[in-house]
């Protein structure tokens, strides 16, 4: 898996980045076909000072990209938020690829 972290208006620090990468642990736990993640941090400037820090992150998995963006005034409260997404996603996701059909039974006439 490459996981890729950007700040933007923002250094991303080195307890920032473990914290994303030990939440998003979580992801790979539940399907591990993970092949690319970008995690783009960011601290808008807007005159409330709530939903003012942005975590948004792209996901590649085999089949499917997957995109999730959440605001919130904690920037560590964002990143919970969107890895409760993705977790979500990810979950219907590997759902969709197993086959839940079953085969029809025989008729013995």
């Given amino acids: 898996m490459n996981l890729t972290i950007s700040g933007h ?31 783009i ?17 792209n996901i590649h998995v085999k089949g499917n990209d997957m995109f999730a963006e959440c605001s919130h005034a904690d920037l560590y ?3 919970d938020e969107l890895v409760d997404k993705l977790d979500r996603q990810v979950v219907r996701h590997k759902d969709r690829l197993q086959d839940h059909h079953h085969a029809a039974p025989k008729r013995v006439m």
Wanted: net charge positive; hydrophobic share 35%; aromatic share 4%.
């Fill in 9 to 39: 208006h923002l250094d991303v620090t080195p307890a920032l980045r473990s914290y994303v990468t030990s939440k998003l642990d979580r992801i790979t736990r539940h399907f591990d076909q993970v092949v690319d993640v970008r995690v």
């Fill in 77 to 79: 409260a964002a990143v």
């Fill in 41 to 57: 941090l960011t601290v808008e400037k807007q005159k409330e000072k709530e939903r003012r820090q942005r975590a948004e992150c």
